[in-house]
Nanobody, 124 residues
Framework: QVQLVESGGGLVQAGDSLRLSCAAS????????MGWFRQAPGKEREFVAA???????YYPDSLKGRFTISRDNGKNTMYLQMNSLKPEDTAVYYC??????????????????WGQGTQVTVSS
């Protein structure tokens, strides 16, 4: 079991940057692949980024270049750096994890553990 807690969300203006953190407890995070998803009101949960236990990262084409995922296994923490934020980035952002022996997932059903989410609101 692993528990995940997101932080760092808030209200920002278009063009600003924000860094989200996901702190893991219960088991060492190096045993897990991890990812970020987001969900806006009335929309399905959307893949944002994922990272393998060794640091290989994955993004949807729509977010490449603006978002960067990273992890610090020593601190049991994952990060999402978001730059040039747009109003359409407004959503609840969730971190998630699944065992590292599986292929790094890009779909929400591939993840076993989830945080409670943190709200990101980007005003125009």
């Amino acid at each position: 079991q692993v528990q995940l807690v997101e932080s760092g969300g808030g209200l920002v203006q278009a063009g600003d940057s924000l860094r989200l953190s996901c702190a893991a407890s219960g088991r060492t995070v190096s045993r897990f692949a991890m990812g970020w998803f987001r969900q806006a009101p009335g929309k399905e949960r959307e893949f944002v980024a994922a990272i393998s236990w060794s640091g290989s990262s994955y993004y949807p084409d729509s977010l490449k270049g603006r978002f960067t995922i990273s992890r610090d296994n020593g601190k049991n923490t994952m990060y999402l750096q978001m730059n040039s934020l747009k109003p359409e980035d407004t959503a609840v952002y969730y971190c998630a994890a699944h065992p590292a022996f599986r292929r790094v997932g890009t779909r929400s059903y591939e993840y076993d553990y989830w945080g409670q989410g943190t709200q990101v609101t980007v005003s125009s």
